[in-house]
Each structure stands twice: as structure tokens, then as C-alpha cells.
């Protein structure tokens, strides 16, 4: 097979980021990338600046039935809510009730999608918004009248996302309380811009999510090597190692 | 489409490395799918301790044809011969005569296997094998007796590579001469453990591959964001900017 299985990543910049910025140089997706090295593609369906509403029309596209016929997806991640929880008046703000709607079908409509082979499925992992360094993000911005978002609208955002995930039999990561997004000395060092996530945000966010995929999902996970081999328990290297070879 | 037109990299630890190391952090790879983003999948085909010989079976599989119907690569890499060029006697030792007719049976092969369509084709960029610092790498593997590596050989199959590029029409990048492969001191520090690339060795790799493009194939570097938008030159982004969707 030419195509590996994939892992899907669909979001909005905090995804299509994920392999890295120019002054972070070390994004999750590529943390992800070298765990999974010789056993999946990181596919990074990432759309700056989109909302739910955006991402919904998205979805037909992105996850049509006739790609799945060989390569049903590992697990999808579903990152999206930081611009819906734009506030009220912003061109991407979507209110929370219609976010969390959104994201629902979002959900049914991957699963839909992934229903070629009987009715084999794969995981759907929700991520929900990180929290927001508004002082920052503004200056950012070159914001100096008003703020276009709040730390305590993302997290609610972000509790409306963990329910979505509750009610739709899907696993989440909380980034908001990952990040310790209650304390803002600690969580600001983990954004690089008061929104987007700094080297450590990265490495929080990845770590999260392999814990979650080991605890969940460990045949999902990639294989350890210890003691000089691999395990056989995970997602197995493609093809020999060279050592078997000659 | 669900998959993008991929880039493929084609390789040995180097390239399966190219996500970054866990000392490391950063990779060429991950920099390129971050400089690509939103454009096109980096697939990596990378297979630790490879050399042609191994290499050479595996095409048929990994460039399939039928899974270029509609998804030509962008362009393709083939950074092979570190493994070939350890010292006559050495398990993974291809003479290097062979090495060069490996090679260009490898780049034939791939050639044949994108002629699905009429006769489109897409450039082959080979790389060099980096220098070697074989003090380091012969402490790093625990060797106290004796070398398997030497820096001057690398050199050399490298030469054969440059060959075998310009004899099939392919570009080449050009890695130990990158690295400054002459100066013991100025590579040393390009190199994690005395073969694989350091940080450092990452940024030239990927910015020599980077410039090659450009400079070669500019209609496949990736659109560059100028004055407050994307140039109309090289690959665009997939989907609209969400600001002109809302």
C-alpha cells in the first residue's frame, strides 16, 4: 500500500500549526509525526481562523467514504471552538449553543463517512479550545480598544465541547485545564501569543494526547522498543528491520 | 480529495528520523511539512539501516500505481547510501559501483510506477549522504576497536550519487558538501552522534532542499505570503482564508 493508515488532524490553526511556526520550530503534530515514525501518515486537515461553521461544510470533503476503502483512519482529532468563542460581534464568533450543535454533527458526519466497511469506526478524539492570554493576544493583534476574546468564554466553550464528546461516545482532552488555564502566570508561558501554543503549550498538548491514546486506546499507541526490541503490543513499524535483513 | 498531492521522502534513518529525535526535537521533515502547510502531506518513507539493496525491493510497494490516479507527488526524495558506504565487511556494505547502479535502477523504477497518466512525471531530488564523524559515531555504537564508517567514503558514494543524479535527469542535493563535509570542526557540530543530523544539521538540510526548489522548480515551492496575501505563484493553500468566508 502506498497510503498508510493515517491520523487525521482537523482544526483550525492551533492544527494547521501543529508543525511548528517559524519562531516555535516545534509543533505537536510533529511530536506526533516522530512517535508514530514508520507506522502512520500525520495527515494535518488544519484551517486557520475557521469556526464550526466553517469546518462543517468542510467535512464531505475531507473524509469521503471512497479514501476509506483501504485506509480507515488510526484516530481523528477534532480541535475546534477557539474562534466560535470569538465574542459576540466578531466576524467568527458562533454563539455556544450553536457551536456545541455543530460540533456534534461535525462528529456524525465523520462517523458517517467511515462507515464503509461494515460498520467498522475509528476513534474520534474532541479537543477543546486552550486558554486565552487576552492582554496579550490584543497587543498581538495591535488591539488597543477592546478585547475580541476571554479566558473564561474559551473555557466554557471548552465545557460545552467535553459535553459534546460525553454525548457522542468520544474521548476529549481538556487543553484548557492541561494548560492550567485557571492560572494565568502559568498558562500564559505555554502560548506564544496570548492564543497560539509556545514550545511548552506543544509539548503539553502532545503529551496529553499520547497519555490519553495509551490509557484509551493502547493498540492504538505506537510499540516501545525495550530491551533492544520492539513490543508486540501497539501499531508495529512497517516492513523488516534492517537487521533482519541482513 | 481526501488525500493531498504528497511529498514523498524516500530513505534510511535519515529520513525516518527526519520528524526529529528525541534529542534533537526538530527535523527536516517536520520543517517542511510546516513550510508546506495547508498544500500538500509529507509522507515519510524512511527505513532505519537500509541501504539500495533493501531499498531497491521496496519501491514496487511503496510507489504503487495505482494510488497515483490522482495523486502525483509533488515531488519526490531519495537520501540513500549512508548505510551502503560503512567499510567493505560491514553487514550493510554495498561496493559502490552497485550502489550507483542500485540507485538508478531505484530512480527508474519510481519513474515507471507515476506513468499512469499519459506520461506526467514528477523531479526526483537525490541527497547526498552526509559527512561523518566516525570518532563520534564509533563511541556512540560502543566500537573501541575498530571503524565502520569513514568520512572520506561517504564522500565518495556521494560523488556516485551526484553521478547517477545527472545521468537520469534528476537534481541533487548535495548534503556533505552542505554540511561542509572537509571540515571536521564546522560538520562535527551538524551531527547528533557523529552520522545523524543535529539541529543544526536539520536547518541546512531543509534549506538547501528549500532553495533547490525554488531556485529549480519554483511553481512547486510552496505560495509565499506577501503584503497581507498569498502569492499566485507556487502551490496554494487548500480552501478559502476564513476572512473571505465571513
Redesign the interface.
Known sequence: ????RPIVLFGDSLT??A???ADV???W???L??AY??RV?V??R??????T??ALD?VP????R???DDVMPVFSTVFLGA?DACLPGE??HVPKEEYAENLTQIIRSIRQSSKTKGDEDFPIIVITPPPVDSETWRRELGLYEYFDRSNEIAREYGQAAKEVAKNTNCHCLDTWQLLNGSILETYRQHLSDGLHLSESGNRLLFEGLMALIEAEFPHLAPSKFVDGEYAKEGLQM??A???D??
Open positions: 500500500m502506498y497510503f498508510r494547521q500549526f508543525f511548528g511556526e520550530n516545534l509543533g503534530a510533529s511530536l509525526c516522530s515514525q514508520r501518515d495527515l494535518n488544519g484551517f486557520s481562523g475557521y469556526n461553521r466553517h468542510l470533503k475531507l473524509f469521503t471512497e479514501s476509506y474562534n466576524r467568527q512497517e516492513e528491520l534492517w537487521s535483513l541482513c
